[in-house]
């Protein structure tokens, strides 16, 4: 079977690096094909405080004499509300297409990265029925248990809504079971 678009639903995660490998695998064995890789933009950013140490600023007394005698400056301390935070993006798409290209980059693989918004298991299906996919691989979350009963996996969503034929990356080294 012979497949000309593949999709490839990428996060940077363990199961979408599988994911990436498996289309690789495929592409290398059909050069014509092209790879889609597609992420769904979720990024956030979150401030992290960078010390815990209480900050000390001098109280400015512009050099003026107190009954008669200079005044120097005096520390002021701050309480933890005003601790120094730094912003770290967590999801970046940038980011995360950079790791999908150090990866993809020994191979000669014709390759277009997208992003598209919202769920990502509609998002996903909706992007392959536009581009006329053939396939779709996406990684295995290894949500199990309770997460899996009420909230469903990804890859079983898009398995149920896909307009082509999808490929469930699994870790075969830790496998979940049900």
Not at 35 to 47: G, K, R, W, Y
Not at 95 to 105: G, K, M
């Amino acid at each position: 079977m012979f497949f000309e678009k593949i999709v490839v639903g990428y996060d940077d995660t363990d199961g979408s690096r599988q994911a990436l490998n498996m289309a690789i695998e495929l592409v290398k064995q059909h050069p014509e094909a092209q790879l889609l890789i597609t992420q769904v933009f979720e990024e956030t950013i979150e401030n992290v405080p960078i010390s815990n140490e209480k900050a000390i600023e001098p109280v400015r007394t512009n050099g003026y004499l107190l009954e008669g005698i200079q005044i120097p400056p005096l520390p002021v301390y701050h309480d933890e509300s005003s601790t120094t935070t730094h912003a770290r993006v967590k999801h970046s798409v940038d980011n995360t297409f950079l790791n999908a290209r150090e990866i993809l980059e020994p191979y000669n693989i014709n390759v277009k990265f997208d992003v598209i918004e919202g769920s990502p298991a509609d998002s996903i299906s909706e992007y392959a029925a536009a581009e006329n996919a053939d396939l779709i691989i996406v990684g295995s979350s290894g949500k199990g248990g309770i997460k899996k009963m009420f909230l469903g996996s990804t890859s079983s969503k898009i398995a149920k809504n896909a307009p082509c034929p999808v490929l469930i990356a699994k870790d075969k080294e830790n496998p979940q079971i049900p």
